[in-house]
């Protein structure tokens, strides 16, 4: 179902989200401040704007009270990304997403009643620092507290195991939701116990950040 989406701040974070939902099919209106980034965003969303998204009467001009969702991307400007949140809000938007720096930032965008809050330089900390320590982590997404979707690759110990012999969720309380098999691409959904695990292998498995951040330790 396409949606209609504006996003607000177009640093390399906003730009990365706007060009990425056009991509999947949705309409993004786009809106900074600065010309140049306006400029660059044209080519690629389906309207870019050169406005203050900080001033309610703008916003309404450009019909974002029509909008499904609304993505506050500004990053240096503390204050104007806190009150763009809070006129998207005031708009009616529905569902409204803001980047946030710290936990302060992020508690003054919950209390406005912000629906979702990111930490993108925070997300791409882990991300990295995760692929550090292990080569077998493909990426994540944190889902309730303490518990993350993970895609994995197995460790050696896994292999030509079943998943019955290997007992993941008994053991570790980790949950196997897919498995991609190496070369030919297939995707097998809810394994049953009989499915082995072979080399090459990627494994999207559900369970506690503690455990899976031990996963080569399996």
């Known amino acids: 179902m396409k949606k209609q989406i504006v996003v607000i701040g177009l640093g390399r974070f906003g730009f990365s989200i706007a060009s990425n939902l056009v991509a999947l099919g949705q309409e ?9 980034l306006v400029k660059q965003a044209a080519a690629v969303v389906t309207h870019a704007i050169q406005a203050d998204a900080t001033e ?4 309404r001009s450009l019909g974002v009270q029509n909008f499904d969702v609304g993505i506050v991307a500004i990053g240096e400007d503390v204050q104007a990304n806190i009150l763009a949140a809070l006129l998207l809000k005031e708009l009616g938007i529905p569902y409204v997403i803001a980047k ?10 919950e209390k406005i009643g912000v629906d979702r809050v990111v930490f993108p330089e925070l997300e791409m900390g882990r991300r990295v620092a995760y692929s550090v320590l ?11 507290k303490d518990y993350r979707l993970g895609e994995l690759k197995p460790p050696p ?3 030509g195991k079943t998943l019955r012999q290997l007992n993941l969720r008994s053991r570790r309380g980790v949950t196997v939701l897919l498995l991609k098999r190496a070369g030919e691409g297939e995707i097998i959904v809810s394994p049953d116990g009989d499915s082995p695990i072979l080399p090459g292998d990627t494994m999207v498995v559900l369970g506690k950040d ?8 399996f």
């Open 28 to 36: 993004v209106l786009a809106v900074d401040q600065s010309e140049h």
């Open 56 to 59: 309610i009467d703008t916003l």
């Open 100 to 109: 946030a720096r710290d936990e302060l930032q992020a508690k003054v965008l």
């Open 134 to 144: 292990s080569n077998n982590y493909l990426d994540y997404i944190d889902l309730a």
């Open 157 to 159: 110990s896994f292999h």
């Open 210 to 217: 503690e455990v899976l951040s031990r996963w080569d330790e």
